[in-house]
Nanobody, 123 residues
Framework: QVQLVESGGGLVQAGGSLRISCTLS????????MGWFRQAPGKEREFVAA???????VHADSVKGRFTISRGNAKNMVYLQMNVLKPEDTAVYYC?????????????????WGQGTQVTVSS
């Protein structure tokens, strides 16, 4: 059974930084694509960033230049480094994994999801 566990969320002031992590366990795949989504209260879950099996990366326009997705040395770890945080970044952040290596940016393309970690940015 595949499990995704996020960690590292918390409360940070606007302009600050935070790094959240995700660990994939259980059945694993060779360099499968992974991603981060977020959901603010009363809003739809939206794409934040994704990384392909070959480490090609895509970031949403709203976070480009501020957030960076990366993998750990162990391919079952993925991180989201968040800099220059804004109050509008406040959301529950979800880690997701695909069964395939190719990158994707839509929810329906991801097969496994974590429980989420809360990130709150105060003004």
């Amino acid at each position: 059974q595949v499990q995704l566990v996020e960690s590292g969320g918390g409360l940070v002031q606007a302009g600050g930084s935070l790094r959240i992590s995700c660990t994939l366990s259980g059945r694993t795949f060779d360099n499968n694509a992974m991603g981060w989504f977020r959901q603010a209260p009363g809003k739809e879950r939206e794409f934040v960033a994704a990384i392909a099996g070959n480490d090609y990366r895509v970031h949403a326009d709203s976070v480009k230049g501020r957030f960076t997705i990366s993998r750990g040395n162990a391919k079952n770890m993925v991180y989201l480094q968040m800099n220059v945080l804004k109050p509008e970044d406040t959301a529950v952040y979800y880690c997701a994994a695909r069964m395939f290596n190719e990158i994707a940016t839509v929810r329906s393309a991801f097969h496994y999801w974590g429980q989420g970690t809360q990130v709150t940015v105060s003004s």
